[in-house]
């Protein structure tokens, strides 16, 4: 564990790694919408849960855990305690980490929200 844990911190941390969690709840929006649409226009009733769209959703909430699990050990980098207002690299590793930390949080939300509406509507008017 602790290997992991120094691996997973010696990982290069950018601003790409902060859409990642983001871009995961983007595409899972796309996905659950286009699914809902074409299942309407095909079938003629709302989507129910199936299990591709299940799998599509347990995928999408196990890679944001994924990235807050990364974010969250970034976050425990040493340094000075906060404010980081230093230029250092181990504050903007930490600030980074932080914010990606957040929006894994949001977008796991978000993701879950997404999934609601094929849970419980039936209808597609």
């Known amino acids: 564990m602790k290997q992991l844990?120094?691996?997973?911190?010696?990982?290069?941390?950018?601003?790409?790694t902060l859409i990642v969690p983001?871009?995961?709840?983007?595409?899972?929006?796309?996905?659950?919408?286009?699914?809902?649409?074409?299942?309407?226009?095909?079938?003629?009733?709302?989507?129910?849960?199936?299990?591709?769209?299940?799998?599509?959703?347990?995928?999408?909430?196990?890679?944001?855990?994924?990235?807050?699990?990364?974010?969250?050990?970034?976050?425990?980098t040493p340094g000075d305690p906060?404010?980081?207002?230093?230029?250092t690299k181990s504050d903007r590793t930490r600030f980074i980490a932080t914010a990606t930390l957040l929006l894994a949080g949001l977008s796991f939300v978000a993701v879950v929200f997404d999934a609601l509406p094929v849970v419980f509507l039936n209808d597609c008017r």
């Open 5 to 16: 844990r120094s691996q997973v911190r010696g990982l290069r941390i950018t601003l790409w």
């Open 22 to 76: 983001p871009g995961i709840w983007a595409a899972h929006f796309l996905f659950s919408y286009l699914w809902a649409a074409l299942h309407c226009a095909k079938v003629g009733e709302f989507a129910r849960f199936p299990v591709l769209f299940a799998a599509g959703t347990l995928v999408a909430l196990l890679a944001i855990l994924a990235a807050g699990a990364v974010a969250w050990v970034q976050r425990k």
């Open 82 to 87: 906060p404010p980081h207002e230093g230029g």
